[in-house]
Antibody, heavy 121, light 107 residues
Framework: QVQLVQSGAEVRKPGASVKVSCKAS????????FHWVRQAPGQRLEWMGW????????KYSQKFQGRVTFTRDTSATAAYMEINSLRSEDTAVFYC??????????????WGQGTLVTVTS | EIVLTQSPATLSLSPGERATLSCRAS??????LAWYQQKLGQVPRLLIY???NRATDIPARFSGSGSGTDFTLTISSLEPEDFAVYYC?????????FGQGTKLEMK
């Protein structure tokens, strides 16, 4: 069965970086793309961007452009999200989510468990 | 950026009642819209894709309708496990966006 397992909670100081991993199993990794979604405490879901797991192409929400990098390692069947220049407002749970095709439309229907990143001095 | 506005922000109903949740897009998204349910402390779950199709294992009491700019999620008869936050999500344009959510709470 499809599983997405994310790395554990992190604590960082403002200005630092953090890299979150999302290990996939139960299917052929490069057949499906990944999204990353942020959720600050008590707040809405916020779409950060997307990575094509086959060719590594990425798209970022303008809000995160230049500060976030998505990568993937096909041999490790894992996707990664790195965010730098962290600020307190980045304190949030970060989710990876895998797409599925529904007659040519793609929606995320498998989600990792979430990784809490706390930014505090 | 397409803005999705959900209403109401909070909906207070009792088990057995019908729930109607609205999502309005600032410009047309066709039918490239999904609904997610998120219970407290849990991961979002896909309920509806392409505006009106139920995802795998989603009970028949959940239904979606609409196209273009106006969408509705209906829960025909609320079960206790349905009280949660519901988000609409569009994939028509970059950046993809989520609505701000509707909290469905037990009266």
């Amino acid at each position: 069965q499809v599983q997405l397992v994310q790395s554990g909670a992190e604590v960082r100081k403002p200005g630092a970086s953090v890299k979150v991993s999302c290990k996939a199993s139960g299917y052929f990794f490069t057949d499906y793309n990944f999204h990353w979604v942020r959720q600050a405490p008590g707040q809405r879901l916020e779409w950060m961007g997307w990575i094509n797991t086959d060719n590594g192409d990425t798209k970022y929400s303008q809000k995160f452009q230049g500060r976030v990098t998505f990568t993937r390692d096909t041999s490790a069947t894992a996707a990664y999200m790195e965010i730098n220049s962290l600020r307190s407002e980045d304190t949030a749970v970060f989710y990876c989510a895998r797409e599925t095709s529904y007659s040519g439309y793609y929606f995320a229907n498998y989600w990792g468990q979430g990784t809490l990143v706390t930014v505090t001095s | 950026e397409i803005v999705l506005t959900q209403s109401p922000a909070t909906l207070s109903l009792s088990p057995g009642e019908r729930a109607t949740l609205s999502c309005r897009a600032s410009q047309s998204v066709g039918n490239n819209l999904a609904w997610y349910q998120q219970k407290l402390g849990q991961v979002p779950r896909l309920l509806i894709y392409t505006a009106s199709n139920r995802a795998t294992d989603i009970p028949a009491r959940f239904s979606g309708s609409g196209s273009g700019t106006d969408f509705t999620l209906t829960i025909s008869s609320l079960e206790p496990e349905d009280f949660a936050v519901y988000y609409c999500h569009q994939r028509s344009n970059w950046p993809n966006t989520f609505g701000q959510g509707t909290k469905l709470e037990m009266k």
